[in-house]
Structure formats: structure tokens, C-alpha cells
């Protein structure tokens, strides 16, 4: 199953919502592979392979057979795969019982099930320290 947000009536996204109710989104499908910096201002579904960096201001979802290497940072993220990086969300991070976290994570609050795999350190309760707007914006400086 695939995990969406909501929208609050301010326009923020946040929880789960069912599918019928997502919006666009960027879909690596699970025969993809990607390598080098993937940006993005809508949601990203990842069911593929994906070596980098990944970051957007919207939602991200790892499926359950997905594989990350890289650093990640979004508002939301849902992740039921494996992911070796560090991991800032802005909002939310949800772990399935299926996920598998090799890195760091940062952010305001943090969901994990049981059987939920984390080797790293985990900071929640607090914004993390630059947005990913921010984020985004400072590496296009460089």
C-alpha cells in the first residue's frame, strides 16, 4: 500500500489520506534507477532504485521494495524500503515495520512501527534547522 497526505484547510499537507484524494506526483517505478541529484516541488513516489541526493518541498513515499543511497529531505515522508543516508523532513516521517534506515534522521515528529530497522542517530520534537526550501535554495547558489 502507498501512503499519501492529507491537506489541512491552510493548504499544508499532512497524514495519511487514501489514494483516491493524492495529487500529481514523480513516480520512479520499480524498474528504475536513477543516479545524481533528483529535485522536485511535487510529491515523489519512489518503488525503484535511486544513488544521490533527493530532495523536494512536497511529500516523498519509499515503497516497500524501494533501495535509496542517498541524502533525503522533504516535508513528509512515508517509507516502507531501505534507505542509506541521512533524512530530514520538515514535518512528518513515517517508518513502516518494513523499513530499513542506514543514517541519520531530523525531524519535527517521527512514526515508527514495530519491526522498523533505524542504525543512526534520531532527532525529533523540533524543526529541523533549515527547511527544505532552504535547502534547495542554497545548493542552487553554489
Same mark, same amino acid.
Given at each position: ?38 529535485? @522536485?516541488?511535487? &510529491?515523489?513516489? #519512489?518503488? !525503484?532504485? *535511486?544513488? +544521490?541526493? =533527493?530532495?523536494? $518541498? ?14 533525503? @529531505?522533504?516535508? &513528509?515522508?512515508? #517509507?516502507? !524500503?531501505? *534507505?542509506? +543516508?541521512? =533524512?530530514?523532513? $520538515? ?20 512514526? #515508527? ?30
Amino acid at each position: 500500500m502507498v501512503a499519501m497526505f492529507s491537506k489541512e484547510e491552510d493548504g499544508t499537507e499532512h497524514g495519511m489520506v487514501s489514494a483516491g484524494e493524492t495529487t500529481a506526483q514523480t513516480v520512479i517505478g520499480p524498474t528504475v534507477k536513477v543516479e545524481g541529484v533528483f529535485e @522536485s516541488e511535487d &510529491n515523489i513516489l #519512489i518503488e !525503484g532504485h *535511486v544513488t +544521490g541526493t =533527493i530532495r523536494t $518541498t512536497k511529500n516523498l513515499t519509499v515503497g516497500k521494495d524501494a533501495s535509496i543511497e542517498a541524502d533525503v @529531505s522533504a516535508e &513528509n515522508m512515508h #517509507i516502507a !524500503g531501505e *534507505v542509506k +543516508g541521512n =533524512i530530514v523532513a $520538515t514535518h512528518i516521517i513515517e517508518l513502516t515495520s518494513t523499513a530499513r534506515i542506514i543514517g541519520d534522521i531530523e525531524t519535527d515528529i517521527i512514526s #515508527i512501527e514495530t519491526g522498523a530497522m533505524v542504525q543512526g542517530r534520531c532527532v525529533s520534537g523540533t524543526k529541523p534547522a533549515a527547511t527544505v526550501s532552504q535547502v534547495v535554495a542554497e545548493e542552487k547558489v553554489d
